[in-house]
């Protein structure tokens, strides 16, 4: 168990639908990053959060959006759903922003399938 | 959570021979390097990571190899035992900014018993 939870771990929806995924990092984490896993593309990595402050963005569509909140729970909200946004959503935090090592801990992902 | 069926390379290995796993990286300006293991049903875990200033890297029963003229990682992994079956993948980021990490497509491990 790496201390970060995920919730839901399966979601179903329709195309056109928004859904919200939720992140609770491991205690005293204040980084939190996002990752989408594919079967074609792997894992991607969508966004970062720093102690409610967004630190960087990758590959993620103008369609979603996140936040952390100060209570350092982060969500993915993800709207206008299309077929192809049926992946793996993981999330994973992390202790620190630089310096000599960031081990970041994964949660257990949440499955979202969109029909 | 669970692990997609991700069309990988496989790498199939006899129980207690070594394993070797590559990765290619493609932005020569990283400087810190991770592999992570995923396990079925559950997500990436870390094993072991290596600064851009070092060519090797030894942790319990793994290696990391670092080449960055070509740039290439490997894991090698000693002993392969049947619980290091798996799909590992090489992460590339900057040392000094963890903001952004790019993971690569991964490899499929299947040791036989």
């Known amino acids: 168990d790496s201390g970060v939870t995920q919730t839901p771990k399966h979601l179903i929806t329709a195309t056109g639908q928004r859904v919200t995924l939720r992140c609770s990092p491991r205690?005293?984490?204040?980084?939190v990053y996002w990752y989408q896993q594919s079967l074609d593309q792997g894992l991607q990595f969508l966004i970062q959060?720093?102690?409610?402050?967004?630190?960087a963005k990758g590959n993620i569509l103008e369609r979603f959006s996140a936040q952390q909140f100060p209570d350092l729970h982060s969500e993915l909200n993800l709207s206008s759903l299309e077929l192809g946004d049926s992946a793996l959503y993981f999330c994973?935090?992390?202790?620190?922003?630089?310096?000599?090592?960031?081990?970041?801990?994964f949660g257990p992902g949440t499955r979202l399938t969109v029909l | 959570g669970e692990s997609v069926g991700l069309h990988l390379p496989t790498l199939s290995v006899q129980e207690g021979d070594n394993s070797i796993i590559n990765c290619a990286y493609s932005?020569?300006?990283?400087?810190?390097f991770i592999w992570y293991k995923q396990e079925s049903g559950k997500g990436p875990q870390f094993i072991i990571d290596?600064?851009?200033?070092?060519d090797k890297r030894q942790g319990q029963r793994v290696t990391v190899l670092l080449n960055k003229t070509v740039k290439h990682l490997s894991l090698q992994i000693a002993a392969t035992q049947p619980g290091d079956s798996a799909v590992y993948f090489c992460?590339?980021?900057?040392?000094?900014?963890?903001?952004?990490?790019?993971f690569g497509s991964g490899t499929k491990l299947n040791v036989k018993p």
């Open positions: 994973a935090s992390s202790s620190r922003t630089s310096g000599t090592r960031n081990e970041q801990f």
């Open positions: 205690s005293g984490d204040l980084s």
């Open positions: 959060y720093y102690n409610g402050e967004e630190r």
């Open positions: 932005n020569s300006a990283s400087d810190y």
């Open positions: 290596i600064r851009s200033n070092m």
């Open positions: 992460a590339e980021s900057g040392l000094y900014n963890f903001n952004k990490f790019y």
